[in-house]
């Protein structure tokens, strides 16, 4: 006799996906942080929770696309600014050094 087991989906309450909120969210910005494309972050578990949320509750949680949107440009706004501050950091003390002496 064999048994075959099949997996199905665990059955999530919508008050344990929101409680893990902040959990996908975290998940996501870390996808995002390591340059993860669109097509590669929709595969995950954390998206598909997320879009579990906004399809269960529109009002109260976004789009998982525009989440990914928003942090992608945040993220690209920080990393610019950051390697704006280190070419400023690295330009100074050139101005120092061919700075002329006083007279």
């Known amino acids: 006799m064999t048994q075959t087991t099949s997996r199905e989906p665990a059955a999530f309450c919508i008050g344990e996906l929101e409680a ?4 996908y969210c975290k998940a996501l910005r870390m996808l995002v942080r390591d340059g993860s ?3 590669k ?3 995950t578990v954390c998206w598909q929770r997320l879009e579990l949320l906004h399809h269960s509750l529109p009002r109260q949680y976004r789009d998982p696309e525009l989440l990914y949107l928003h942090l992608r ?8 600014l950051s390697d704006k501050a280190g ?4 330009a100074s003390p ?4 061919r700075r ?3 007279c």
Request: net charge positive.
């Open 73 to 80: 440009r945040e993220w690209l706004d920080q990393t610019a």
């Open 41 to 43: 972050v929709k595969r």
């Open 37 to 39: 494309s669109l097509i």
């Open 100 to 102: 002329p002496a006083p």
């Open 94 to 97: 050139l101005r120092q050094i």
């Open 87 to 90: 070419s400023a950091e690295l």
């Open 20 to 23: 893990q909120y902040p959990l």
